[in-house]
């Protein structure tokens, strides 16, 4: 066979062995690793030892060996309800079969109307309207644009300027970039957004190591949004987006208080306050969204991922009444805001997540992560005092564990864990640098808790 020499790497080998031998390579089994580029991923070192997986049920993935693999991160925190749920599955293979796409622009379908009431109904106040989208980072963008064009369409033009904070994730948009504070998703990509600024973060270890669930310390770092209206004067600020916990960043609770201080902020200066609720949302801190827990109401909230519990991409803005009755006003026959995607409101994505918020119903699963959190959370501050430890936190289902760097680079503990974790140990979680997070399904049971973090000491150990 002509081109298999040893000069070849072994997956080109095996594409050509198998377009050769006109045999199907298994649908588990990449035939070439070398075309896709991987998102988020060191694609050498992934390529070199690749974590393939060719299945999933509940609270597990299988790997193309055959090894069940327990999911400590409901994949990307998003599959809250567990894995291939016979009535998701069910939910999605219907709606093929009965219609594929309707136009989501001029045109719609019935499924939109009833996921988005059944949202809005979720939904605390009057966020009683929903725009959809398929992503969290296009759910980010579209609110930026809603708080612009709000002002806008009131006649306050000046009001351009978009707050985010530092540490803040919102997803890979140059509007989520730009209001985002994750250093090394912003520094390759140019200027940005003009007109950005950020708030200070609110982590501090020193006054907060080892806290489960919201810190006491922190509530006055809402008050730097006064020092940016200061510096900018508010007639120039559009909105202020932060997330209830900042996740991706590796899982920083809100201090006591923050939140609720954000929001009389936000009011006193008549600037919209968006929460960024991608991961919050559908039961993770164990309600329908954060905006619940902690009893403060935002102007806009955006959502993805546990809407349909990761089956199909979708995402959404949850919008005030006030907001929403801006924009309705002017002549009946034109466009009110000039924004959308071609799958806004896929009908595959909303017959998915009306059977998962129906699941969520069925199975109680947000008040069931509100009886886990304390369990949870005494689990994971179990970890304290194992090497490298250097702080733990926890809040709903979910946990940071930060990890001291090792000296020969940063980041390279946590992809060791991670490694160990998937090939050795049969456990799945995410590493953020050296920091590893869990946030398991949403019907994780005690005993999967214990071994989830059983599995995770002994890794730490390894790793050390
Ligand atoms: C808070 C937040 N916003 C936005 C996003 C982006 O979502 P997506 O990856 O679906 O674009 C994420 C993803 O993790 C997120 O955590």
Redesign the pocket.
Known sequence: MPGTGPGMTNPQRLKIMAQAQRTPVSASVPNDLEPFWLPFTPNRAFKQRPRLIAGAKDMHYIATDGRRVIDGSAG??CTNAGHNRTPIVRAIQAQAEELDYAPAFQFSHAKAFELASRIAALAPGDLDHVFFCN??????DTALKIALAYHNVRGNASRVRLIGRERG????GFG?IAVGGIVANRKQFGALMAGVDHLQHTYNRAEQAFSAGEPEWGAHLADDLDRLVALHDASTIAAVIV?PVA??TGVLPPPKGYLQRLRAICDKHGILLIF????TAYGRLGHAFAAERYGVIPDMI?F??GITSGAV?M?GVLVRNGVYDAFMKGPEQVIELFHGYTYSAHPLACAAGLATLDLYREENLFERAKKLEPVWAQAAMGLKGLPNVLDIRTIGLTVGIDLASKPDGVGKRGYEALDLGFFEHGVMFRAVGDTLAMSPPLIVSEAQIGELFDKLATIIKQVA
């Open positions: 990307l925190w992503s969290g980072s296009e759910a980010v994730y919102h997803g890979v989520g997330e996740c991706s960024d609720e991608v991961i955006t993805a991922k991409p995402g």
